[in-house]
């Protein structure tokens, strides 16, 4: 049995003292694969550095929300430059977050198309950050195309006969309705720690409704830590709580929802075509 923590931020760690720790940590663990996600330039060469330290890490590149406000297009083109790297299997986590009264949206958007095209000109997957923002995100794509013939012919379909689309909407934190919607123009859904909380209703009409064949675990570590272990440091280990409370909510096994997401994820990223 194994699992893939299929959105954190493993490069956030690197500077700790007990770094090598949680190395070995994930080595030990039932954690096989883990994608480390950029937010910026920095973020998104720490990420391909450690893909390559590392043989059960892979990497996202891409500028997060807030990120976007003082990017260049010289910036966009050293992201691409990143994206071509061979242990590059995504471009993210980018998007929109409205949630700071402060938001430049027009900007956040502006930047959000372009690296969906980015990603669509390269046939990379996208990791898609979304808050207090859902009519816009799903607006935007469509424009981009992110749905389109052209975009889900470049992939296999999906196990449910569906086109895909390559298309992540992380830490899912919008309504169950609108999960559907993604689900059936080709996307997948990736749901975190927030799903283990008591207040969590959303998350938890989520994981009952939507099909398993699209649904994705992640730990976002180190943010948003699951129960037993919130008010702690996440790490990307605690990925197993998250299966856990999604087979408990959905009547599986552990281990049934354990294989399927990891399944998920590998197909996802175009990592391994496992068995189906």
């Known amino acids: 049995m194994m699992l893939f923590d299929s959105h954190c931020h493993l490069s956030d760690f690197k500077n700790d003292d007990d770094f090598e720790s949680l190395i070995e940590e994930i080595r030990a663990s039932e954690l096989r694969y883990l994608m480390d996600i950029g937010t910026n330039l920095e973020s998104s060469r720490s990420c391909v550095e450690m893909a390559h330290r590392y043989d059960f890490c892979y990497a996202a590149v891409g500028f997060y929300p807030s990120e976007t406000y003082d990017i260049t297009d010289a910036d966009l083109e050293e992201l691409r430059k990143l994206a071509r790297d061979p242990r590059v299997v995504a471009i993210g986590e980018i998007g929109l977050d409205y ?5 430049d949206r027009e900007k956040q958007q502006y930047w959000f198309a372009r690296q969906i095209n980015m990603a669509i000109e390269e046939g990379l997957p996208i990791a898609i950050h979304s808050r207090e923002a859902d009519g816009d995100t799903l607006r935007i794509l469509g424009e981009c195309g992110a749905f389109s013939p052209e975009r889900t012919s470049r992939f296999p ?7 895909d689309a390559r298309v992540l909407l992380h830490c899912y934190s919008g309504s169950a309705q609108l999960a559907r919607t993604y689900q059936m123009l080709g996307a997948s859904i990736s749901l ?3 799903v283990t909380f008591k207040n969590a209703r959303r998350s938890v009409e989520v994981a009952e409704s939507i099909d398993i064949r699209n649904l994705l675990i992640e730990t976002d570590a180190p943010f948003l830590t699951p129960v037993p272990f919130r008010g702690t440091r996440n790490k990307p280990t605690y990925v197993r709580y998250t299966a856990e409370k999604i087979a408990e909510i959905r009547g599986n096994s552990y281990e049934y929802v354990a294989e399927q997401t990891f399944i998920n994820a590998c197909r996802f990223y175009g990592i391994e075509e496992p068995a189906r």
């Open 192 to 194: 975190a720690g927030p």
């Open 99 to 103: 949630h700071y009264e402060d938001t």
């Open 157 to 163: 379909k999906r196990p449910d006969g569906r086109p």
